[in-house]
């Protein structure tokens, strides 16, 4: 199984820029994710897709946009590139964990986009 | 929203224990989890434990929870340089939070 599959794996982009991270899970899960990785910050998370249809911002929001295409791929969009996006970009896939169900939720982790902006 | 604290940084000899702690806001997270990232590499499921067991040992690694504090703990016996990682710590509620992350250092 590819798990989560992440492109690019690498990509230097000017200010001003846009450019789409793509996403793509194959373990039928309804849950995806994106965070950010930052030194020092862990993990921040920018939205999120609780199920297909459906988005929701997380704790970093601003500059970014997100379309869950279908219940196997999420990508994340930035229209307008700056600096303070340079990052390591990791999407995520779980099970959901509703109120009173009892499901595994471990996340299943993408290799990674590292994104430059200069 | 839940909030998961962890310390930056633990630095141990090779053949020590390592002790890395985590504190959690939500007492409703079902599911508590340790992931491990390598140098350039994305995060790796470690271990979990279920929200009414107080210890899961798995091998050399030995989770506590203490769910009257929120407080988290991932023990690693007999550390080797090979667990040289940042450890994250993560509740699942209503969707996954991480920890900052702790770097984990082993000095031969």
């Known amino acids: 199984n590819a798990g989560v599959t992440q492109t690019p794996k690498f990509q230097v982009l000017k200010t001003g820029q846009s450019m789409t991270l793509q996403c793509a899970q194959d373990?039928?899960?309804?849950?995806m994710y994106w965070y950010r990785q930052d030194p020092g910050m862990g993990l921040r998370l920018i939205y999120y897709?609780?199920?297909?249809?459906?988005?929701d911002k997380g704790e970093v929001p601003n500059g970014y946009n997100v379309s869950r295409l279908n219940k196997r791929e999420f990508s994340l969009r930035l229209e307008s590139a700056a600096p303070s996006q340079t990052s390591v970009y990791f999407c995520a896939s779980s099970s959901v964990a509703g109120q009173g169900a009892i499901m595994n939720t471990e996340a299943f982790f993408g290799q990674g986009t590292r994104l430059t902006v200069v | 929203g839940e909030d998961v604290e962890q310390s930056l940084f633990l630095s141990v000899r090779e053949g020590d224990s390592s002790v890395i702690n985590c504190t959690y806001t939500d007492s409703s997270s079902t599911y508590l989890y340790w992931y491990k990232q390598e140098p350039g590499a994305g995060l790796q499921l470690l271990t979990y434990?279920?929200?009414?067991?107080d210890m899961k040992q798995d091998q050399r690694l030995t989770v506590l929870l203490n769910k009257k504090d929120k407080h988290l703990s991932l023990r690693i016996a007999d550390t080797q340089t090979g667990d040289s990682a940042i450890y994250f710590c993560a509740g699942a509620g209503n969707m996954l939070t991480f920890g900052g992350g702790t770097r984990l250092m082993v000095k031969p």
């Open positions: 373990m039928n899960h309804n849950s």
């Open positions: 434990i279920f929200s009414n067991m």
């Open positions: 897709s609780a199920s297909e249809g459906t988005t």
